[in-house]
């Protein structure tokens, strides 16, 4: 793996203060996603472990501030970040994420949209209560997860003249759109009991499951059975169709890809076998079968780089 310091360096970030604005993003990744940054660290070239990390924490900076309390006061807070953000884009900012968020779009231009993409879709989750229908938790990973995904893929994506433009877009947001669902299956009794189900009430109503019956011990157990393992079939079929996205990239981003991949397959896995058992202690993947992954892609990529 690369030093850190290092990284820094070949992504032309040299003047002190930015370097320290960089490491505080890279130990607050580091911290609340540690899967994550350990594979952006051993997958993804050096060059672009700063500005990758400095999109995550961002995004997760956002999620945070508008991920509780009335929706009136998210929207709120939402709308000082906005303005907070756009400033930090024109001029130097008080905020450490914001200062490192701003050199990552100057060396990254079109990372300009990509924010703006992200902010705009930050409004419904300032007002998101759960999704009524499939067609609604369509709408949320168009308008919100696609865009926070964007802010990362945006930097390893084909140029957008380029035929593969088109299909690398459409492929990160079937990836997106299974990783969501394996994350509102895996999160099922926790958003519940916080009053806000990941899956769309209808099809919960499908299977006669409330969300108090999510929140308690379910009275019907093989209901809660069924539904998990229908939404995960829907989480599959999407990340079936996503397989050929490493594809479309340069080489050297393939094994990140593939990783990402892998990793939810590996998560859907665990949730075909809990089946309504999720809702005791979540879908971790095995964490000796993600080593794998993460040791067979780092070899992978450590041999391109040799080339």
Request: net charge neutral; aromatic share 6%; charged share 30%.
């Amino acid at each position: 793996m690369t030093r850190w310091s290092a990284a820094l360096t070949r992504a032309g970030i040299h003047e002190p203060r930015l370097r320290q604005d960089y490491d505080a993003q890279r130990r607050l990744v580091r911290r609340f996603d540690p899967h994550a940054y350990l594979a952006v660290r051993l997958l993804l070239p050096a060059r672009l472990h700063p500005p990758v990390v400095a999109a995550v924490a961002f995004m997760h900076e956002t999620d945070v501030l508008i991920d509780s309390g009335e929706v009136n006061t998210r929207q709120e807070t939402l709308g000082s970040w906005e303005r907070e953000v756009t400033e930090a884009l024109e001029q130097d900012s008080g905020n450490a994420t914001l200062r490192a968020l701003a050199d990552t779009v100057r060396r990254h231009p079109d990372m300009a949209d990509r924010v703006r993409d992200f902010l705009n879709g930050a409004q419904l989750e300032a007002t998101w209560t759960g999704a009524d229908t499939e067609a609604d938790f369509q709408t949320y990973v168009d308008t919100y997860s696609l865009p926070a995904l964007m802010l990362t893929a945006s930097l390893i994506a084909p140029p957008r003249a380029s035929d593969r433009a088109a299909p690398f877009h459409e492929h990160c947001r079937r990836l997106i759109g299974a990783w969501q669902r394996i994350d509102h299956l895996a999160d099922l009794r926790e958003d519940a009991r916080s009053r806000t189900v990941g899956i769309p009430y209808r099809a919960l109503a499908e299977y006669g499951v409330t969300p108090e019956d999510l929140r308690t011990q379910p009275s019907d157990a093989t209901a809660v059975d069924l539904l998990v393992r229908a939404q995960a079939e829907l989480a599959g079929a999407a990340l079936n169709a996503c397989e050929g996205l490493p594809d479309l990239v340069e080489d050297e981003f393939r094994p990140f890809l593939r990783a990402l991949i892998s990793v939810q397959l590996l998560r859907l896995e665990v949730l075909r076998r809990k089946g309504g058992a999720v809702l005791d202690d979540g879908a971790r993947p095995p964490a000796v079968a993600a080593a794998r992954v993460l040791l067979r892609e780092a070899v992978r990529a450590w041999r391109l780089r040799r080339r």
